[in-house]
């Protein structure tokens, strides 16, 4: 049975005779409970994020095992065994632009990490292998599922503005452009093309454009390029399924259990928008990233 528990300490220097470092002190709590856990086991799982400080009225991820603990300081430790367990295929970086970066995206990779871990997010592995190591503010998310660019900023600053850009997209032209690859069940080509689909997703207004790039007749699956003007949750997946072409691996929105051994069949394949940091004699500056051609979808 997969091990799961919450731990959570206000550290007492009246009541530890022992050191106070946040190691020590988690440890020594943890030999009064049933969980027996190595100190190996314990520092494996904070090196993955799993301890917490909070501090006065601010909680964050602590990794620094020799941190010292002051009155009333609260450790709160997060142990789920099938999640430290957990492994993914390293990240790609595309280009580093300094004042943010863009990366590729595996599958099963997430953009931010939770409370029990954050050691197999594209955060954590930016902060990892970044050169100048620099702070990480993911600017948009990518699907778990999904492969593809993602966009991280670098100050607090830059992750405003980046994010500025992405919440007002669909009011400043062509700013900010994402493209996208799917492969779908069945043959889209005899569709219109390109096909715009426009239903509500979530009650809120939703458009994409959906162009069949070919048509695989051995497993009756097209290949499809898809731009988007809004950024709504699933939104390429649910427009797929609502005119008949699920995604292939899509196990929410698409065809139960035929996909089961795949993973899902979309990818974040380009991102260009104008720089609001650069500028060329005085111009702005159009940015364009894409994904090299190995990394994109390609029938098997």
């Known amino acids: 049975m997969t091990l799961i528990f919450e731990h959570h300490i ?3 220097p009246t009541l530890n005779d022992i050191s106070n470092t946040a190691l020590a002190v988690l440890c020594a709590s943890l030999k009064e409970t049933e969980y027996a856990l190595s100190t190996s086991q314990i520092k494996q799982a904070i090196s993955k994020g799993a301890l917490w400080l909070t501090r006065g009225k601010h909680t964050q991820r602590l990794r620094r095992v020799k941190k010292a603990l002051l009155p009333t300081d609260k450790l709160h430790f997060y142990y789920n065994e099938a999640v430290l367990a957990s492994e993914v295929t390293d990240a790609r970086l595309i280009s580093d632009e ?5 990366w590729y995206k595996p599958f099963g990779m997430l953009s931010q990490g939770s409370k029990w871990s954050d050691h197999c997010t594209i955060a954590r592995f930016a902060q990892q292998h970044l050169t100048p190591e620099r702070p990480v503010f993911i600017v948009h998310r990518l699907d778990k599922a999904a ?3 993602i966009l991280i900023a670098h100050s607090k600053k830059a992750a405003r503005a980046l994010t500025n850009m992405f919440e007002s997209r669909s009011t ?9 690859q799917i492969i779908v069940h069945g043959n889209h080509s005899t569709n219109p093309q390109p096909q715009i689909i426009s239903s509500e997703v979530d009650e809120k207004a939703a458009r994409s454009i959906f162009t069949c790039l070919a048509y695989d007749r051995t497993h009756d699956q097209s290949l499809i390029s ?5 950024g709504r949750k699933h939104q390429i997946r649910i427009h797929a399924a609502s005119i008949g072409f699920p995604v292939v691996g899509d196990r929410l929105h698409g065809i139960a259990n035929s996909d089961s051994t795949k993973n899902l069949q979309l990818c974040a394949v380009s991102l260009s928008f104008i720089c609001p940091f650069s500028t060329e004699q005085g111009q702005p500056i159009q940015k364009k990233f894409e994904i090299p051609d190995a990394l994109k979808l390609s029938f098997v």
């Open 10 to 12: 206000t550290f007492d």
């Open 98 to 102: 300094g004042k943010y970066s863009v």
């Open 147 to 149: 492969t593809g660019l």
């Open 172 to 180: 400043t032209g062509n700013l900010l452009a994402k493209n996208y």
């Open 226 to 230: 898809v731009k988007i003007d809004t």
